[in-house]
């Protein structure tokens, strides 16, 4: 599985982007997805998790209410959609996908995109 993460860039504190995960190479079929975030300095964390089938999500504490994670299967593609960015949201942000449930740990992925940048100016 190929993972293509898009749609970053820079947007004033407040604002809303649409990250894009698109699979190629095989389907997501029974995969859980997960958005991870690695800022300046810090370790790669979790944001968000999508179930196959999308009935279960699984967010971060702090983009809970702000962000969020839905998938397209027909298009075999997963996004993130984050409003009221702040300052703090700046990051690299990663796509992962694991057969089986998203998990919140990132050692537990198999496939990664190359990550998309996200710059919120304050």
């Known amino acids: 599985v190929q993972l293509q993460a898009s749609g970053g860039g820079l947007v004033q504190a407040g604002g809303s982007l649409r990250l894009s995960c698109a699979a190629s190479?095989?389907?997501?079929?029974?995969?859980?997805v997960g958005w991870f975030r690695q800022g300046p300095g810090e370790e790669r964390e979790f944001v968000a998790g999508?179930?196959?089938?999308?009935?279960?999500?699984y967010y971060a504490d702090s983009v809970k209410g702000r962000f969020t994670i839905s998938r397209d299967n027909a298009k075999n593609t997963v996004y993130l959609q984050m409003n009221i960015l702040k300052p703090e949201d700046t990051a690299v942000y990663y796509c992962?996908?694991?057969?089986?449930?998203?998990?919140?740990?990132?050692?537990?992925?198999?496939?990664w995109g190359q990550g998309t940048l996200v710059t919120v100016s304050s």
């Open positions: 999508i179930s196959w089938g999308g009935g279960s999500t």
């Open positions: 190479g095989r389907t997501l079929r029974g995969y859980g």
């Open positions: 992962a996908a694991r057969f089986g449930i998203a998990t919140i740990h990132r050692y537990e992925y198999t496939y």
